[in-house]
C-alpha cells in the first residue's frame, strides 16, 4: 500500500510563517503612520464642525458665540490641550460661561500625546451676529506631538474655516 503526502512539511510550514511575520511587520509599521494621519484629520473635521455650527448659531440668533477652552472656573483659557473645548452663547458678551449660559457643544479633550497650538490668534473664538470674528486664527494639530502627520487649519476673519492639510509646521509651542 502506498502512503499519498497530505499536507506541508514542517520546513514549508516554517517558510510561510517567516514569509508571513515579513510582511504583517512591514504593514504595521506603516499602519500606526496611516492611524495618526487618521486621527489629525479626525480632530479638524470634528474642531471644524464646531465652529461652522458657532458661527451658524451666531448668525441665526444675532447674537455673540464662542468656542473656547473651558477652565474650571468657567472662564476661557488659551489652553487648548488641557481644558475642554466648548460653544455657547455669551448672553452678556463678557467672555466667560455664566450658570445661565447653556452649553451648546463640547469636545473631548485630546489624546495624552497629541499638542494642539494655536499659532496666530489668541484666545477665544468669538462670532458676532453677522458670523465674523475679531482677527484670523491659526491652529496645528500634532498627533503624538510629532509634525510628521500634523494637520492644520485656519478661521480668516469672515468666519470661514479652512483646512490646509499637512504642512511643515513646526509642534513646539
Not at 11 to 36: Q, Y
Not at 126 to 132: H, I
Request: with cysteine; net charge neutral.
Amino acid at each position: 500500500m502506498q502512503l499519498k503526502n497530505r499536507g506541508f512539511t514542517l520546513l514549508e510550514l516554517m517558510v510561510g510563517i517567516v514569509i508571513m511575520g515579513i510582511i504583517s511587520s512591514i504593514a504595521m509599521m506603516n499602519f500606526g503612520t496611516m492611524l495618526e494621519g487618521d486621527r489629525a484629520q479626525n480632530f479638524v473635521t470634528e474642531f471644524t464642525k464646531n465652529l461652522k455650527f458657532a458661527r451658524a448659531k451666531a448668525s441665526s440668533v444675532d447674537e455673540i458665540v464662542i468656542v473656547c477652552p473651558l477652565n474650571s472656573s468657567n472662564t476661557c483659557d488659551t489652553d487648548w490641550i488641557s481644558n475642554q473645548v466648548v460653544v455657547f452663547v455669551d448672553n452678556n458678551n463678557d467672555g466667560k460661561r455664566d450658570a445661565s449660559e447653556k452649553i451648546l457643544r463640547t469636545m473631548d479633550k485630546l489624546h495624552s500625546t497629541d499638542k494642539f497650538l494655536h499659532t496666530s490668534g489668541s484666545g477665544a473664538i468669538s462670532y458676532n451676529g453677522q458670523g465674523r470674528i475679531a482677527g484670523a486664527h491659526t491652529f496645528v494639530y500634532c498627533p503624538n506631538g510629532k509634525a510628521d502627520n500634523n494637520a492644520v487649519f485656519e478661521i480668516t476673519a469672515s468666519g470661514k474655516t479652512w483646512n490646509a492639510g499637512r504642512s511643515s509646521a513646526a509642534c513646539t509651542s
